[in-house]
């Protein structure tokens, strides 16, 4: 069983900062791509950013220049910095992680979602 717990979410003003971080547990063999998501309320679900286990990361062109993912492989964590943050980034924010849970079995995990609120 593979959990990944997400922390960090909360309420800033326009223009602020949070940081969530995501931490994958249980039953894992290795961690490749890690990331972010986020659904904004009648909106589909949609890729924030990406990091893969060597630290390549990928940006939704919305956010780049504002957020940073980053990722601690020995603690199996993702991190995204958000800074300059807009109300329309207001929307729950998913992890994703694609884990191989032994050598010859690996599926993508979510994790529950975080609640980001960018009001005055």
């Known amino acids: 069983q593979v959990q990944l717990v997400e922390s960090g979410g909360g309420l800033v003003q326009p223009g602020g900062s949070l940081s969530l971080s995501c931490a994958a547990s249980?039953?894992?063999?290795?961690?490749?791509?890690m990331g972010w998501y986020r659904q904004a309320p009648g909106k589909e679900r949609e890729l924030v950013a990406s990091?893969?286990?060597?630290?390549?990361?990928n940006y939704a062109d919305s956010i780049k220049g504002r957020f940073t993912i980053s990722r601690d492989n020995a603690k199996n964590t993702v991190y995204l910095q958000m800074n300059s943050l807009k109300p329309e980034d207001t929307a729950v924010y998913y992890c994703n992680a694609d884990i191989w849970t032994s050598a010859s079995y690996r599926a993508p995990y979510w994790g529950e979602g975080t609640l980001v609120t960018v009001a005055s």
């Open positions: 990091i893969t286990s060597s630290n390549n990361t």
């Open positions: 249980g039953r894992i063999f290795r961690v490749n791509a």
